[in-house]
């Protein structure tokens, strides 16, 4: 008779262990980044190396994640639908996004979130353009937007979990601004913004593509500040997230900017962000030295 009891209680416990392993599994939030191929040269969109660093550090965070990588303007080999995808790859023409549209629409329509870094907000307007409004509620529009270098405050956020635990900081990337976005801001949160200098406009007005123009220009003249990353939620309940910074590879050894990525990815695949932000460790010199396309030039001796 104890032995039956004894049998009936393990029993209970295997089927009760194997469900809570079952809930655990159901809940990690499984995060693709979709790296583009080799493109600037050392130190600059490291798409890969990038890529490689922010999943690290997501799976580092002890956040109930599962980030991977696949490379090289590459396809997931598994069927398996992810909770987010991060476009982190050059744009326009040669966009991973172009390529695969009609497989990523059929997961936005399944409810996952996306993501795009840097270039990989451009997109051409009128093949992607719609598309990408539709995603991430923005994106880059040749001569409608621009791509300077420049130094970019930030000491204001709204309340948002992406902000969450962000500090007010100063740093110098190719922000592109001055962003196409969804008709009166619908469902788009700007995330970070500063006024840009009008010199970022006058000194590449000669490049009317990506350099500077009338609406450009009579924006940043009145001072309005631009939008240089932001957060959007579909009308169907998915997430987009946008970020026009991320050119240099060495920026993400600066926490705020880094948290502020980091922040936004676990949000899109509809993640839970803690008070404090995700938290990561500082990358060494070393860590942003690892997975990089292209060797650092060394001086002619």
Not at 83 to 103: L, R, S
Not at 112 to 131: D, F, I, R, S
Not at 151 to 170: K, L, M, R, Y
Not at 200 to 227: C, E, F, I, W
Request: hydrophobic fraction near 35%; charge should be negative.
């Amino acid at each position: 008779m104890k032995a039956s009891h004894t049998l009936k209680f393990l029993s209970c416990l295997l089927i009760y262990l194997c469900g809570i392993q079952a809930v655990s599994a159901e809940s990690t939030k499984e995060i693709i980044f979709l790296a583009g191929k080799k493109s600037h040269g050392y130190g600059a969109h490291e798409h890969r190396a990038g890529s490689m660093l922010l999943a690290r550090c997501l799976n580092e965070s002890g956040l109930d994640v599962k980030a991977s990588v696949v490379d090289n303007g590459a396809w997931p080999e598994s069927d398996k639908i992810p909770d987010a995808i991060v476009m982190y790859c050059d744009g326009g023409k040669g966009h991973i996004a172009k390529e695969h549209q009609d497989k990523i629409q059929v997961w936005v329509d399944d409810g996952v979130g996306v993501a795009c870094l840097h270039y990989g907000v451009e997109v051409e307007p009128n093949v992607l353009g719609q598309t990408f409004l539709d995603w991430i509620g923005g994106y880059f529009a040749i001569g409608w937007s621009v791509n300077p270098h420049w130094d970019a405050s930030f000491d204001e956020f709204p309340e948002h979990p992406i902000t969450n635990g962000v500090q007010p900081f100063t740093i110098r990337d190719e922000w592109y601004y001055h962003m196409r976005f969804q008709p009166d801001m619908e469902g788009v949160t700007p995330i970070l913004s500063s006024l840009p200098p009008i010199e970022t406009l006058t000194s590449r007005a000669h490049d009317k593509n990506r350099g500077s123009n009338p609406a450009v220009m009579a924006a940043v003249s009145a001072g309005k500040k631009q939008h240089v990353a932001w957060a959007y939620e579909r009308p169907d309940g998915g997430r987009g997230f946008g970020f026009t910074g991320g050119h240099f590879h060495q920026n993400w050894q600066q926490d705020d900017f880094r948290k502020t990525v980091l922040n936004a990815i676990v949000w899109t695949a509809k993640g839970d962000v803690p008070p404090g932000g995700v938290p990561s460790r500082t990358p060494s010199d070393a860590d942003l030295e690892l997975n990089q396309d292209f060797p650092e030039r060394k001086p002619n001796k």
